[in-house]
């Protein structure tokens, strides 16, 4: 796990770092350590534990900080919950959440069992009891919600596709640029007016390019070693790029080449777990501000080498999202790649 990812993923669900400490131990936390953090986290309003530490490390944490101590499955879920965009992806968020803190509450009903009464986190002893129930049976009735609404998925694509817009999902890793291209590609319209779209979610903008209208949708992006319990939850969230007819892949065009590499990869590889396929994948080699052109020419010929061997079509395209380069350019394909197919297919 890397810095660089702690950092992409905390700015994405929306926190400030204001300083990352290093465990000697993988999930657990020395006392010296422990003391540290409890002495820096007066200026914190909450603590991100990046890493998977049992439900005892969570409460000593909670315990010498008096803050709300977030995992790195909690944060990823946060991730998700800020852009799911279909009530099933809600109800597998919230399934995934709920089935994440069981063994929390567990432990706290433990403890105050054992006349350790961590009062100063909530409720008392009956009350948490009462919780854990709450918790168990409200999971029995997402569950049921989820099996009805397998049926009308199919119902609700076909509606999206009635409508004859063609859709155009910006995907890619976290801070690679995707709202930032998204803010500009669509700065200048204003949120879709039909009426489906505006209650349907603020991610989808309808942005009009020279050969015609497109939606766009800013995705939550591709996150690595997503948690086997929550890989539900992910790839609900990332259904609108099944629903897609071109996909903006973007990819920051600054990192070094092996990161480049791996991570059109494996975001081509969720894409067809997903069932992602058979679309054109426009990338756009963001950050071009940030790099210089020889490191540029040579990831860009990495990305079309992955791109060709899968017979994906592709297009590659360098942009800015901050100076503007390469913009126009980019909206131009994409309303061109995502129309002529969906006029054949839509009448
Ligand atoms: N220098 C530079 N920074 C960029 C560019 N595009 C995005 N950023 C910055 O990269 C960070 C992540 O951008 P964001 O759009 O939130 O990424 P997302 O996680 O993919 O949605 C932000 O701090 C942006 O200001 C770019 O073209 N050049
Ligand atoms: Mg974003």
């Not at 968020?93 to 432990?107: G, N, Q, S």
């Not at 890989?231 to 990192?255: C, H, M, N, P, Q």
């Amino acid at each position: 796990m890397s810095l660089e990812e702690v950092r992409a993923l905390a700015h994405t669900a929306g926190y400030e770092i204001i300083e990352i400490f290093r465990t000697r131990y993988r999930n657990r936390i020395g006392s010296g350590l422990l003391e540290r953090i409890s002495y820096m986290s007066e200026e914190a309003d909450t603590i991100i534990f990046y890493g998977n530490p049992s439900p005892s490390t969570v409460f000593q944490l909670m315990k010498a900080t008096r803050k709300p101590v977030v995992d790195r499955v909690q944060l990823i879920l946060e991730i998700f919950a800020r852009h799911a965009g279909s009530r099933e992806a809600k109800l597998q968020i919230e399934m995934a959440r709920i089935k994440h803190e069981l063994p929390l509450v567990r432990e706290y009903i433990r403890r105050s069992k054992m006349g350790e009464y961590p009062g100063f986190l909530g409720p008392g002893r009956y009350a948490v009891d009462a919780y854990y129930r709450h918790l168990t049976s409200k999971l029995a009735r997402i569950r049921r919600q989820l099996e009805k609404l397998k049926d009308t998925r199919r119902l609700r694509r076909n509606a999206r596709r009635r409508l004859g817009l063609p859709q155009a999902a910006i995907v890619g890793y976290a801070s690679a640029g995707k709202t930032s291209i998204f803010n500009a590609l669509s700065g200048e319209s204003k949120p879709v007016g039909e009426e489906y779209f505006t209650t349907l979610h603020p991610k989808h903008k309808l942005v009009t390019g020279k050969h015609g209208r497109i939606v766009l949708v800013d995705t939550v992006g591709f996150i690595r070693d997503i948690p086997p319990e929550i890989i539900e939850a992910f790839y609900a969230t990332l259904e609108e790029i099944v629903d897609s007819d071109t996909i903006i892949f973007v990819v920051d065009i600054s990192e070094p080449l092996d990161t480049i590499r791996e991570k059109v990869v494996s975001g081509l590889d969720i894409m067809a777990r997903i069932g992602a396929v058979g679309k054109p994948v426009i990338v756009a080699a963001n950050k071009m501000d940030l790099t210089d052109p020889s490191h540029a020419g040579k990831a860009i010929s990495i990305i079309r080498k992955i791109l060709d061997e899968r017979g994906i079509e592709n297009t590659v395209i360098p942009v800015s999202a901050m100076t503007g380069e390469g913009l126009e350019r980019l909206l131009e394909v994409s309303t061109k790649k995502a129309y002529p197919k969906s006029l054949h297919e839509r009448g």
